[in-house]
């Protein structure tokens, strides 16, 4: 796959504030990136710095498709994450004027308006006033905007993450179009939504890059045994199940103490998720305590951590 995009040390400082911390990333012609990460991690400043509106404090953003002297904006589409409208133009008249904006001569600009209506679902809408389009059009109006001049790389700053359950579902179907032809860069803080649409992930957390690859092979990577155990609501089950997460984090912290067959233990609600490097020797492990213990367990259940886990796990929260 050929690269269209190559980032090498991007960083951002505020003053003191150091928003974005030597970022390195490659975008691949046809490809679909998440930047995903949570509030504040420095998602809008990266996307800022890539489409040309913001200036890097240090490294390289390089276009591979660029020729001598030309604008980087001509390759990309960008939607910001609060794109603003004039309210009383209509959908229609909005498109034309940002065609003209690139450049395009009034027929072009007016032919091209019309067709990006249609395809964004907009066509019986495109005479009315921006100002009556709920949040679900508006983006959809956003990403028209974004397409008019065939950009290469459209870049999206959280097109979903404002919008109720029915406007997100008719973005993310128009994406799921839009992706196949073109290359697409859209930041989330949600890690359903990347899953939902992309093949590769750039996770950051405070300005830094916690994890990229594909989802795939993140998931198989990062995919640990794990067991789940709750018990009664009882004194006597609770007080062991906190002095057990206890006892593994010490266990884990002092390197000579011989280590029951656990890694990490997590009290997430009334349950506790144990992830375990064998999964026999620590179910025979836990219900050979349990038992000693006479404890009142409800479940036990054996299974995978998730991607959510991970996710968690590497923003830190
Ligand atoms: N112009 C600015 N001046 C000072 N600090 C800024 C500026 N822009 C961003 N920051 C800070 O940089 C950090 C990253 O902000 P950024 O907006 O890039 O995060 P984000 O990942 O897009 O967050 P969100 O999910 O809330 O949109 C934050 O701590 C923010 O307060
Ligand atoms: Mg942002």
């Known amino acids: 796959m050929t ?19 030597g970022i390195n990333l490659s975008i691949a012609e046809g490809s679909c ?8 991690a420095g998602k809008t400043t990266t996307i800022r710095m890539l489409t040309g509106l913001l200036k890097p404090t240090a490294g390289s ?8 002297g030309e604008d980087p904006k001509t390759l990309l589409g960008y939607l910001p994450q609060s794109p603003a409208f004039h309210p009383w133009m209509s959908g229609y008249e909005y498109m034309v004027y940002a065609g003209e904006l690139c450049g395009l001569r009034g027929s072009e600009a007016k032919k091209r308006a019309k067709e990006l209506m249609e395809r964004v679902g907009l066509g019986n809408a495109a005479k009315r006033r921006i100002g009556g389009y709920s949040g ?12 008019v001049h065939r950009p290469k790389l459209l870049i999206l700053d959280e097109p979903v993450s404002a919008l109720d359950p029915i406007g997100r579902r008719e973005v993310l179907h128009l994406l799921q179009e839009l992706k196949k ?12 939504d990347a899953e939902e ?49 206890r006892r593994v984090n010490l266990l884990r912290e002092d390197a000579s103490m011989q280590l029951p067959p656990i890694e990490t233990v997590e009290k997430h609600g009334d349950e506790l998720r144990i992830i375990v ?19 009142k367990i ?16 590497v923003v830190g929260q």
């Open 3 to 21: 690269e269209l995009l190559e980032v090498k040390g991007l960083t951002k400082s505020f003053g003191l504030m150091q928003a974005v911390n």
């Open 33 to 40: 990136v998440a930047l995903l990460g949570p509030n504040g």
């Open 61 to 68: 953003i390089i276009f591979q498709h660029l020729k001598k």
């Open 136 to 147: 679900g059009m508006k983006q959809r109006l956003g990403l028209a905007q974004a397409l």
């Open 181 to 192: 032809e073109t290359s697409v860069l859209f930041s989330t803080h949600v890690l359903h």
């Open 197 to 245: 649409l992309c093949d590769d992930v750039v996770i950051i957390s405070k300005g830094s890059i916690a994890l990229q690859g594909s989802l795939a092979s993140i998931r198989h990577e990062h995919r640990k045994p794990m067991i789940e155990l709750s018990f009664e609501a009882d004194p006597k089950s609770l007080a062991w199940s906190e002095a057990f997460r």
């Open 277 to 295: 490097n064998n999964i026999d020797a620590a179910r025979q492990f836990l219900l050979e305590e349990m038992t000693k213990e006479r404890l």
């Open 298 to 313: 409800n479940k036990l259940s054996i299974g995978h951590s998730s991607l959510e886990d991970l996710f968690m796990k």
